[in-house]
């Protein structure tokens, strides 16, 4: 397994591109199967979860097709082989589960391996179910599958999420284009990906209307066609990245930045101390006054503070001047990258889902272990600061979210690389 090796304590200085959402091309993929036209996406970034779900795409049967070096990837579901998503597959990648509105929506029957859990929590996918069922989807679970089918088309209902859940809403929605009548998706997720996706949507045929709000309704359809659509920017690469010269010091350009897909964070890092720009490419972000103030912050549904930006402002505040409070209300276990960061001298407290961070002088390299895509990244952060070499080990979690991200903070003057472990 690969490791990153990381000399601290050098400002970063420079440019980084930010690359297509991986959340907004999970949830885009699969939306190729409601239709057998080709659907096209490009601007896509080049990640192993993408590469997870091209599998998955495959083993059903579509024809996927990546050119520009896979940044434009071509799916066409014209007739599936099978309509099982098999659990080898969707155990390695939870998004899978979004492909179970699609198949069952096109071919009125689906058997999808119900994902388990991962290290940020047990994520369960009754939501998912249970918006299903109430569209007149037959549902049995057996064996860790979910089977699932429909006597003619899904129909139309009217679901109330008793929380945001993102994939529940892109999945219910997905499933909704080709049901009969109009489904009403009450208490929906709003990010920027499930717009994007309503965006694709519309574009093969589909009528949406409310993405964005908390309210979408969809009437179904006799059948959607192809398109090609442009993937939305990573709202979370953008903020990971923006905390880099945050926390190293020095001046950092994130090419394509949009202040609306991170105004949640904006809004903590002007409170941090941090002047964040509007520029012509993008957003430029460094430290005000040579410090980082500590603050409270608590992570929400869009247009909330992300959760999968928390582990990275957690390494950021490590290092604050004073005490900062962390509530992390979107999954019960969030907190691993604590312990590692504890490690490189950060005095940290968690209690149940607060974390209490007392800032202090300097963080000290030291080797530490990923558990999580978005908490390995932090990681990282706290080495670009840390006095001397930090080993980030289990780097694959890394890889499933960030492309390139050595070559992108080398640029800007990092010492970081990869070494076979
Ligand atoms: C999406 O996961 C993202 N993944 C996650 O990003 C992100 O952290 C999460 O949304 C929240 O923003 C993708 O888009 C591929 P949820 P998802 O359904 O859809 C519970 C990353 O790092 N829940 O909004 O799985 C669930 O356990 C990943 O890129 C149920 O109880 O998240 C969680 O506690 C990590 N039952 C909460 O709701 C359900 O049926 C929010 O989950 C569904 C969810």
Redo the contacts with the bound molecule.
């Keep these: 397994m690969d490791q990153i090796l990381v000399r601290g304590g050098r400002p970063l200085n420079g440019q980084i591109e930010i690359s297509g959402a ?2 907004a091309c ?2 885009l993929m699969p939306a190729a199967l409601l239709t057998e036209e080709p659907l096209e996406l490009t601007n896509a970034p080049r990640l192993a979860d993408i590469e997870m779900m091209t599998k998955i795409l495959v083993s059903l049967g579509a024809a996927v097709q990546l050119s520009e070096q896979g940044r434009r990837i071509t799916i066409e579901a014209k007739n599936f082989e099978q309509t099982l998503a098999h659990y080898d597959l969707v155990r390695k990648m ?2 899978s589960i979004l492909v179970l509105g699609p198949i069952l929506a096109r071919m009125g029957e689906a058997t999808v391996s119900l994902p388990g859990g991962c290290a ?10 249970k918006g299903l069922e109430a569209m007149g989807a037959e549902l049995e679970l057996k064996g860790g599958y979910v089977h699932a089918k429909t006597n003619g088309r899904l129909k139309a209902a009217v679901i109330e999420f008793p ?6 809403t ?1 999945n219910l929605m997905m499933a909704a284009t080709l049901g009969k009548g109009t489904t009403v998706l009450k208490n929906a ?1 709003r ?1 920027p ?1 499930i717009v994007d996706l309503a965006r694709c949507l519309r574009k093969m045929g589909a009528e949406i209307e409310g993405e964005g709000t908390d309210f979408i309704e969809i009437e179904g359809v006799d059948a959607l066609k192809g398109t090609s659509h442009k993937v939305i920017a990573d709202r ?1 690469e953008l903020g990971t990245f923006m905390l880099a010269p945050a926390i190293t010091g020095g001046e950092v350009e994130l090419i394509g930045g949009k202040r609306r897909l991170v105004s949640s964070l904006i809004d903590k890092l002007e409170e941090a101390d941090i002047a964040v720009e509007d520029t012509e490419n993008g957003l430029k972000v460094r430290r005000k006054n040579g410090h980082i103030e500590a603050l409270e912050l608590t992570t929400e ?2 247009p909330g503070f ?3 930006l928390q582990a990275q402002m957690m390494a950021l505040l490590s290092i604050a001047k004073g005490t900062s409070k962390i509530h992390e209300k ?3 276990n969030r907190f691993m990258h604590a312990p590692e960061l504890m490690r490189m001298g950060a005095d940290i407290e968690v209690q149940g889902g607060t974390a209490i961070v007392r800032g202090v002088e300097k963080l000290r390299g030291a080797p530490v272990m990923a558990t ?3 908490a390995s990244v932090g990681l990282v952060l706290a080495g670009l600061a840390a006095e001397g070499e930090t080993q980030v080990s289990r780097v694959y979690h890394l890889d499933r ?1 960030y492309e390139n991200l050595e070559a992108k903070l080398a640029a800007c003057g990092a010492d970081i690389e990869r070494v076979k472990e």
């Excluded at 929380?163 to 529940?168: H, K, P, T």
Aim: glycine fraction near 8%; avoid cysteine.
């Design positions: 991986k959340n999970l949830t939870r998004a940020i929590g047990a994520r369960p996918v009754d939501l998912h179910l929380f945001v859940s993102v994939g529940a892109e997720a990010e990906e979370i549904p869009y992300p959760t999968d979107i999954f019960e999580d895509l978005r979210g």
